[in-house]
């Protein structure tokens, strides 16, 4: 029993990848009135082709065409992370996704932040049309 509770607790500290480790929106926290909330939007087809114009006009240059961070201006100390890698994708939730494109790097990445109130200042459920766009490249057939 004591050697299992000491395996947990090695585990718990073990560092993870550096850019987890080092992401903006670990140390930044998730909004608490966002923590049960579960991605309201569902998108339609005229959605679907919305987010593909805006995904390529307005992240793609560092989020890379296909999702997958390999934009020209990925480079930096925190790149952005690969949309199409279905393990990162299941290690992060919507809100998660959410604050991160509300918020931005805040300071830390280039990432710019697109919430209310921001110079691009998008509102909530475009941010959430946004969230459920990007989880389409890590399926077969974004
Ligand atoms: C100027 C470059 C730049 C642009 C433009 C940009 N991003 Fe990012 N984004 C980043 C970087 C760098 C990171 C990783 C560092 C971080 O998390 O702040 C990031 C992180 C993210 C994350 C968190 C997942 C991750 O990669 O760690 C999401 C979600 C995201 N961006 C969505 C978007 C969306 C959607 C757009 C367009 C509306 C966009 N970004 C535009 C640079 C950019």
Redesign the pocket.
């Known amino acids: 029993m004591i050697r299992y509770l000491f395996l947990v607790l090695f585990y718990c500290f073990l560092p993870g990848p550096a ?1 987890f480790a ?4 670990i140390s930044a926290g998730v909004r608490e009135e966002y923590i049960s909330r579960v991605n309201p939007v569902v998108l339609s087809e005229k959605q679907i082709r919305y987010f593909t114009r ?2 390529k006009n ?6 890379g065409k296909k999702g997958d ?1 390999q ?1 020209k ?2 480079k ?1 100390a ?6 199409t890698d279905s393990a ?1 994708m299941n290690s ?1 939730t919507d809100v ?3 604050n ?2 509300e918020k ?3 300071g ?5 932040a ?1 919430g209310p109130g921001s110079a ?1 200042n ?1 509102n909530e459920e475009k941010i959430w049309g ?2 459920a ?2 989880r389409r490249f890590s399926k077969a057939s974004p």
Request: glycine share 10%.
């Open positions: 850019h080092e992401s903006p929106e805006q995904f307005k992240c793609s240059r560092c989020h961070g934009g201006k990925a930096g925190i790149p952005p992370a690969d949309f990162f992060r998660q996704f959410y991160q494109i931005g790097g805040q830390k990445s280039s990432m710019p697109y691009i998008w946004m969230v766009f990007i």
